[in-house]
């Protein structure tokens, strides 16, 4: 039990050292107006790392991915033509949102600094899950403890327990970073890089939306080919 504790707190300590999702909150922190909601897309992260690690667990991504194969198996055709337009759909859609937003920079060039977005905690909260969803493909420590965790058989609490000690340990280095921020707001150092990021973070929305096209578009089109 106690090698497993001290795995499971070390694992999540090495995987909790995530510079993209590091990278995600600081740029938020810089759109969003009110910055205690910054804690929504923490929140975000942290309930679906939970909630998708017992689903690992318990198998319920493999009994979807099967689903889904399934489907493929038998209506393939559809869902690769689904794939196909929904990426078209998509790469159209963000690259007018990337033209409209150059313009919007290039009117603004030479005005005062542009004003703090306003998200809502909502829309916080639903960014930090999806990012946290999109990361765990490629979450090897995460995938590891479960595994680890699976070879002692132990009741629902008690995975449960294991999970969120893992999940606390993976949030820490995102809350440390709002606590930072908040004590250094103000200063000419976390002013610069408002400035900076505020313009990298306009750019973020319209670039993923045609990142998730062109995968799309790809896995449709190649699909649709090789059929």
């Not at 993209?20 to 942290?46: D, E, N, P």
């Not at 973070?201 to 080919?225: D, E, K, N, R, T």
């Amino acid at each position: 039990m106690l090698f497993l504790l001290g795995t499971t707190i070390t694992t999540s300590f090495l995987d909790s050292l995530n510079p993209s999702a590091i990278a995600q909150q600081m740029l938020l922190q810089t759109m969003v107006k009110i910055k205690r909601h910054i804690w929504f897309f923490i929140l975000g992260i942290g309930l679906a790392n939970l909630l998708l690690g017992l689903a690992v667990y318990y198998g319920l991504i493999a009994w979807i991915s099967r689903l889904f194969s399934l489907t493929v198996q038998n209506y393939p055709l559809p869902v690769y033509g689904v794939a196909l337009m929904a990426g078209v759909l998509c790469l159209v859609l963000g690259i007018c949102l990337i033209r409209k937003t150059h313009r919007s920079l290039g009117c603004d060039e030479g005005d005062s600094p542009k004003a703090p977005v306003s998200l809502s905690p909502i829309s916080l909260f639903m960014m930090g899950a999806a990012f946290c969803a999109v990361e765990l493909t490629s979450a090897l420590p995460y995938f590891g403890f479960l595994t680890l965790l699976t070879g002692y058989h132990f009741a629902f609490p008690l995975v449960f327990l294991f999970i969120l000690v893992y999940d606390l340990m993976y949030v820490l280095p995102l809350i440390l970073l709002y606590l930072g921020y908040n004590r250094l707001q103000g200063t000419r150092v976390i002013q610069k890089l408002e400035n900076l990021l505020g313009k990298i973070s306009a750019y973020i929305v319209p670039g993923a939306i045609v990142l998730i096209g062109a995968l799309l578009g790809y896995y449709g089109g190649m699909s649709l080919i090789a059929g």
